[in-house]
């Protein structure tokens, strides 16, 4: 179990990357990706948030939900659950990485509906996992994400170094 658990969790980060293989998360990673900082920031709160509220949804869909034939209204639990983790983020950043939170800006809020923490909650559910792997799956998909936020950044942040761009690859599609 443990070796599939760790199978998961490897998949999550680099052959199913969440970011790159789904495409999910896009608003947030395009709009922090300009700076290595606000981007890894943003990853370990990313992190943070998606293992936090995959290991409350499991126990929630499966020992409330579904012995009491519920699982109709597991969207509007994920959701809700979702907030109040963003929430608890929001104020641990607040109280203690203030330039964090003000680099953020709106964005931090909005990890709320970043789909990446929502998709993680469904794909435990559609993947029947267990608590174990869903832990290392939830994981491994927000590390994915911060991998592939990182590397964006890290590339704007070197095409900035070199100054003016050809005229060819200046725009949305550098992300600069």
């Avoid at 923490?117 to 799956?137: C, D, G, N, P, W």
Wanted: aromatic share 12%; glycine share 6%.
């Amino acid at each position: 179990m443990l070796v599939h658990a760790l199978t998961i969790l490897v998949a999550a980060i680099l052959t199913h990357n969440i970011a790159l293989t789904y495409l999910l998360g896009m608003c947030p990673f395009i709009s922090l990706s300009r700076s290595l900082k606000t981007a890894s920031g943003m990853g370990f709160a990313v992190i943070f948030v998606v293992t936090l509220t995959a290991a409350i949804n499991w126990p929630v869909y499966n020992l409330i939900l579904v012995p009491t034939n519920s699982e109709l209204i597991y969207y509007v639990v994920f959701i809700i659950v979702i907030a109040a983790s963003v929430q608890l983020v929001e104020m641990i950043m607040e109280r203690f990485f203030p330039a964090l939170q003000a680099a953020f800006g709106i964005f931090l809020p909005l990890i709320t509906v970043n789909c990446t923490v929502l998709a993680v909650s469904l794909f435990m559910v559609i993947r029947k996992y267990s608590y174990v792997e869903t832990l290392f799956f939830a994981f491994g998909s927000a590390v994915g994400w911060i991998v592939a936020i990182v590397i964006v950044a890290a590339i704007n942040e070197r095409l900035k170094l070199i100054g003016d761009l050809p005229k060819g690859l200046k725009g949305p599609g550098i992300i600069w």
